[in-house]
């Protein structure tokens, strides 16, 4: 199965920075790469995301002040998030979208991981 592992999140205050990584195991071909966060009380909302060629996308409230990036070598997605406010605060979520191969064919599979919190104090 694949797994995918999150750090990087911790308490910070407002108007810093903070990276967050998410590394998947095993070999596989991710083409969507996509943070999502969950305020207490709050449904889920997509962050940011970047597909197989590198085009990237992301939600109104962070944009200047979110950067999503991809390692296709490492399986790996970041989130660069600077000018924090305290309405960041959240449990950021990675999910992966790929294929692997197995026994002769790309199989396609969708995974999310555990979840990081960031807190932003005032």
């Known amino acids: 199965q694949v797994q995918l592992v999150e750090f990087g999140g911790g308490v910070v205050q407002a108007g810093g920075s903070l990276r967050l990584s998410c590394v998947a195991s095993?070999?596989?071909?991710?083409?969507?790469m996509g943070w999502y966060r969950q305020a207490p009380g709050k449904e889920r909302e997509l962050v940011a995301d970047i597909n197989s060629r590198g085009a990237t996308n992301y939600a109104d409230s962070v944009k200047g002040r979110f950067t999503i990036s991809r390692d296709n070598n490492k399986h790996a997605a970041y989130l660069q998030m600077s000018s924090l406010q305290p309405e960041d605060t959240a449990v950021y979520l990675c999910n992966f979208r790929y294929s692997r191969f197995v026994r002769g064919d790309w199989i396609p599979g969708d995974t999310w991981g555990q979840g990081t919190q960031v807190t932003v104090s005032s």
């Open positions: 095993g070999s596989i071909s991710v083409n969507f």
